[in-house]
């Protein structure tokens, strides 16, 4: 039977890359994104727009009847629940789910940061992975196969490290390598594994947001931040999570996959 995964943030960037090569792997896919644009949903302290509801849509179509959209904020449980119970209720199981939906804000020293930004960070980035894994992992557990099951957080370079103007958004990131690592480790003897994948400078909007915080009018600053010279591509990251979704990446499991480019920070 064919394999079924959730992914979160999947309107574009690196989870629209992911669903995509999850569609190249022969899963069926369930893609969830807030298509909040930058309208009044759109969490406090963005200075950029979301992804919207035509870039969801235009994503689907490229996968007719393997790709189900499905609009919902990671902030809401609820809606995270509906989109689990979609992905039981049409394809009849649940393999993988990948919490990429993410958001950036920043720019100043951490105590000029508001209270509100940083809330922000913590409910979009934190408890949106936290939500993500508490409606996802008890579908896998009881599914038909949950030794092939698999749970990966897109982390960050900025999880492991500390960046110039940036703690908010580290401290959130260092949050979803403790919650994944601590996840993987209740999940022993259930066959259901969990990773955190850490990806580098990626050519997406979030970096361009981030290039904005910096004051920098070409993204292209970051790639001498990494030993390869280059920014990444969102499907590199891409590649690397859908092995984490396979049976074979379970090896992973408990640890952070680094995909960083060799980033010194």
Not at 59 to 78: I, N, Y
Not at 162 to 179: D, N, P, Q, S, T
Not at 197 to 206: E, L, Y
Request: hydrophobic share 45%; net charge negative; proline share 4%.
């Amino acid at each position: 039977m064919r394999r079924v995964a959730l992914v979160t943030g999947a309107a574009r960037g690196i989870g629209a890359a992911t669903v995509r090569a999850l569609c190249a792997d022969g899963f069926a896919v369930v893609a969830v994104d807030s298509c909040a644009g930058d309208g009044p949903e759109r969490p406090v302290g963005l200075d950029y727009p979301l992804a919207d509801r035509r870039e969801l849509e235009k994503l689907c179509s490229e996968h007719p009847g393997q790709v189900v959209a499905h609009v919902g904020d990671v902030r809401d449980r609820g809606a995270l629940e509906e989109a689990a119970a979609l992905a039981v209720d049409r394809f009849g199981r649940l393999d993988a789910a990948v919490a990429a939906a993410a958001v950036i804000c920043g720019g100043q020293p951490l105590w000029e940061v508001p209270e509100a930004h940083l809330r922000t960070l913590w409910d979009v980035d934190v408890m949106g992975v936290w939500n993500t894994a508490a409606v996802c992992v008890p579908r896998m557990l009881g599914g038909p196969d949950p030794s092939g099951c698999r749970f990966v957080a897109v982390a960050s370079a900025a999880g492991t490290r500390g960046l110039f103007h940036l703690a908010g958004y580290g401290a959130a990131k260092h949050a979803v390598i403790g919650l994944t690592r601590g996840l993987a480790a209740d999940l022993t003897g259930t066959g259901v594994t969990a990773v955190a994948v850490s990806p580098g400078s990626t050519r997406t909007a979030m970096l361009d947001a981030s290039a904005a915080l910096y004051g920098l009018d070409d993204v292209g600053s970051f790639a001498g931040a990494q030993l390869n010279g280059r920014l990444i591509e969102p499907e590199e990251i891409a590649a690397v999570i859908a092995f984490c979704c396979s049976r074979q990446g379970g090896v992973a499991n408990g640890s952070v996959m680094c995909a960083e480019g060799g980033f010194r920070g």
